[in-house]
């Protein structure tokens, strides 16, 4: 290779490396442990949420008034519910003390297609 050469051969290959490292990551083919460790907590909370629901409408099935009480839930607002799901004391799981705010709130969306 000629002298001359080498200066720009250096410089083709320093910029080639920085945008494939740009467009490598920017796509996703590459995963920090930091953000592969905020992926897996997410799903592993999406998971618990989903098998947490189910006892939940489970003890709203249990209320002796819980056809007054699905009114009572439709008629409130959509970011009211929630609240209204633990407040009844639905969202608490047994051998806990309080609710979950993400249980409780798939818990009402799970009630609201409740036909009844």
């Given amino acids: 290779m000629k002298k001359e050469y080498i200066k720009p051969f250096g410089w083709g290959?320093?910029?080639?490396?920085v945008v494939l490292l740009i467009v490598i990551f920017?796509?996703?083919?590459v995963v920090t442990s930091g953000s592969a460790k905020s992926m897996a907590q997410d799903i592993a909370d999406k998971a618990v949420v989903e098998r947490l629901a189910p006892i939940c409408v489970a003890q709203f099935m249990k209320d002796p008034n819980r056809e007054e009480r699905l009114k009572e839930l439709e008629k409130l607002?959509?970011?009211q519910r929630s609240d209204y799901v633990?407040?009844?004391g639905w969202a608490v799981m047994p051998g806990e003390k309080e609710s979950d705010y993400d249980v409780a709130d798939e818990c009402a969306r799970r009630l609201m297609k409740l036909e009844m």
């Fill in 77 to 79: 607002d959509s970011w």
């Fill in 26 to 29: 920017s796509a996703g083919w």
């Fill in 13 to 17: 290959v320093a910029v080639g490396m």
């Fill in 86 to 88: 633990k407040k009844q």
